[in-house]
């Protein structure tokens, strides 16, 4: 009866707080388990010693099933703290010779109260142990603007984070790859410095969750995102792997990417 009464934008928060938390019994009860993911991973068919296959979402594939893939991912924007940006995450159909099925986060971002959407996993139970592969490759089609790929390693909704920025091409599919040590540590909206007491590297054998998120900020909310523009924007998924350094021919390409996020980082901070 109450939610009736709640503008659309605050049962919209309530419905994602509750999907993340659980129902109101089970964020105010400890001992009540809480919603969780069934932890992702298998060999990748064309690389099976080298990467691991997180998520993949074309139509062969177990996870472009709806059920499964809505008791995983959920949309999470700024209406948690009282922002205006709708936005959703789905399967998608798309032409066979992109895998037939995609996620796709899309929507209305609004930069007033907050400035983000974003798809998050539920926390994985058990964790994912990464820990003998160098990074993450997204495949991703977008709309020209800058993402972030957002990883953590603890179960506490509002703990450390670890964040890293890649660009999108308008209409292009992409692979990127985030290598484990370009991962930015990021604390209630503050990128750590390696002389603050809370800063730590990401422990990778012990993933918990992931989340891609369009945000008006860049890592923490002290830098802009340049290519952030309040309205409509889309980002397709294709798979999240897991990929080792060692034979891999395109961790280079990675390397130069974040690189060149960074460089462009630094230009700004510059001027």
Same mark, same amino acid.
């Given at each position: 009866m109450?939610?009736?009464?709640?503008?659309?934008s =605050?049962?919209?928060a309530?419905?994602?707080?509750?999907y #993340? %938390?659980g129902?109101?019994?089970?964020q105010?009860l400890?001992?009540?388990p809480?919603?969780r =993911?069934?932890?992702?991973?298998?060999p #990748?068919?064309?690389?099976?010693?080298n990467?691991?296959v997180? #998520?993949?979402?074309?139509s062969t594939s @177990?996870?472009s099933?709806?059920?499964t893939?809505?008791?995983?991912f959920?949309?999470l924007?700024d209406?948690v +703290?009282? *922002?205006?940006?709708?936005?959703?995450?789905?399967l998608?159909?798309v032409?066979?010779?992109?895998?037939g099925?995609?996620a796709?986060?899309?929507?209305?971002v609004e930069?007033d109260?907050g400035?983000?959407a974003? +798809?998050?996993?539920?926390? $994985?139970?058990?964790?994912? /142990?990464? %820990?003998d592969?160098y990074?993450l490759r997204l495949t991703?089609? *977008?709309?020209?603007?800058?993402?972030?790929? !957002?990883?953590r /390693?603890v179960v506490?909704f509002? *703990?450390?984070?670890?964040?890293c *920025?890649f /660009?999108?091409t308008?209409?292009?599919? &992409?692979?990127?790859?985030?290598?484990?040590?370009? &991962?930015t @540590?990021?604390?209630r909206?503050d990128?750590?410095r390696?002389?603050?007491s809370?800063w730590r590297?990401?422990r990778?054998d012990q993933?918990?969750?992931?989340q891609i +998120?369009?945000?008006k900020?860049?890592l923490g +909310?002290?830098e &802009?995102n340049?290519? $952030?523009?309040s309205?409509p924007f889309?980002?397709?998924l294709?798979?999240?792997?897991a990929?080792?350094?060692?034979?891999?021919?395109i961790?280079?390409k %990675?390397?130069? !990417?974040v690189?060149s996020?960074?460089s462009g980082d630094?230009?700004?901070n510059?001027?």
């Open positions: 109450i939610s009736r009464i709640l503008p659309p =605050a049962r919209e309530a419905r994602e707080i509750e #993340f %938390g129902s109101p019994l089970q105010v400890p001992w009540v809480k919603p =993911a069934d932890s992702p991973g298998r #990748f068919v064309n690389d099976p010693e990467q691991l997180l #998520f993949d979402f074309t @177990p996870d099933n709806p059920e893939f809505g008791k995983t959920g949309a924007n209406v +703290m009282g *922002g205006q940006s709708e936005a959703s995450v789905s998608v159909k032409p066979k010779q992109d895998g099925c995609v796709k986060l899309s929507g209305v930069g109260n400035g983000f974003s +798809m998050r996993s539920r926390d $994985f139970q058990p964790s994912v /142990d990464l %820990g592969y990074g991703v089609k *977008g709309d020209g603007r800058r993402y972030k790929l !957002i990883a /390693d506490d509002f *703990g450390l984070a670890w964040h *920025g /660009d999108t308008e209409g292009e599919w &992409l692979e990127i790859d985030v290598p484990f040590t370009e &991962l @540590p990021v604390l909206a990128v750590l390696p002389d603050s809370e590297t990401f990778r993933l918990r969750s992931l +998120m369009l945000s900020y860049e +909310m002290k &802009l340049t290519t $952030f523009a309205g889309s980002l397709e294709k798979s999240i792997r990929y080792k350094e060692e034979r891999d021919p961790v280079k %990675g390397r130069e !990417i690189k996020l960074k630094s230009d700004n510059a001027r």
